[in-house]
T-cell receptor, first 114, second 113 residues
Framework: GNSVTQMEGPVTLSEEAFLTINCTYT??????LFWYVQYPGEGLQLLLK?????DKGSNKGFEATYRKETTSFHLEKGSVQVSDSAVYFC?????????????FGKGMKLTVNP | DGGITQSPKYLFRKEGQNVTLSCEQN?????MYWYRQDPGQGLRLIYY???????QKGDIAEGYSVSREKKESFPLTVTSAQKNPTAFYLC????????????FGQGTRLTVV
């Protein structure tokens, strides 16, 4: 079946540090890939997405590239801020054959200190 | 503004009581989902629905029930059969099929005492 494996943390960084959160997936066909962010006490917000191989999603300084050859979708940011403190989830969804539900990784809690 | 509304944000219930969590969306989405979130376990799918009057069990459906009488609404009932109901519950919706993302509500934190 479809699955997502991501770094679980927790991770603590200093402001302006470089961030990488690894995410790999297992899926048949060609899934769409997503990164969601969850701030304390809130629901999930879409951070970025990519729908086909070699696509790069980007938003708010975060980037991730859909790598089919390594089945990966690693999230990166060059310089994190305190406001980036949150839980980050990698997810996939196969669009073929009707409504395929989202499959999530376990999430990674990031704390950024000033 | 279009979006998903979950209510209430916090809910307290006594052990053995059924409780219903509300989820309403005005995004005109056909698919709706309920997830449960526990610390360190990510999101686990409880139920999902692709069309009115139809729904399917997810990975952890035992002790829960849902209905989908209207496109906009997908309420979740946590029954007394759910052994450990204290958790954060998230509702989401999406277009059926395709490669689109799901949109989430703000969540309901249920505490059973």
């Amino acid at each position: 079946g479809n699955s997502v494996t991501q770094m679980e943390g927790p991770v603590t960084l200093s402001e302006e540090a470089f961030l990488t959160i690894n995410c790999t997936y297992t899926a048949t066909g060609y899934p769409s890939l997503f990164w969601y962010v969850q701030y304390p006490g809130e629901g999930l917000q879409l951070l970025l997405k990519a729908t086909k191989a070699d696509d790069k999603g980007s938003n708010k300084g975060f980037e991730a590239t859909y790598r089919k050859e390594t089945t990966s979708f690693h999230l990166e940011k060059g310089s994190v801020q305190v406001s980036d403190s949150a839980v980050y989830f990698c997810a996939l969804r196969r669009g073929q054959g009707g409504s395929e539900k989202l499959v999530f990784g376990k999430g990674m809690k990031l704390t950024v200190n000033p | 503004d279009g979006g998903i509304t979950q209510s209430p944000k916090y809910l307290f219930r006594k052990e053995g009581q059924n409780v219903t969590l509300s989820c309403e969306q005005n995004l005109n989405h056909d698919a709706m989902y309920w997830y449960r979130q526990d610390p360190g376990q990510g999101l686990r799918l409880i139920y999902y629905s692709q069309i009115v009057n139809d729904f399917q069990k997810g990975d952890i459906a035992e002790g829960y029930s849902v209905s989908r009488e209207k496109k906009e609404s997908f309420p979740l009932t946590v029954t007394s059969a759910q052994k450990n109901p204290t958790a954060f519950y998230l509702c989401a919706s999406s277009i059926v099929g395709g490669s689109t993302e799901a949109f989430f509500g703000q969540g309901t934190r249920l505490t059973v005492v």
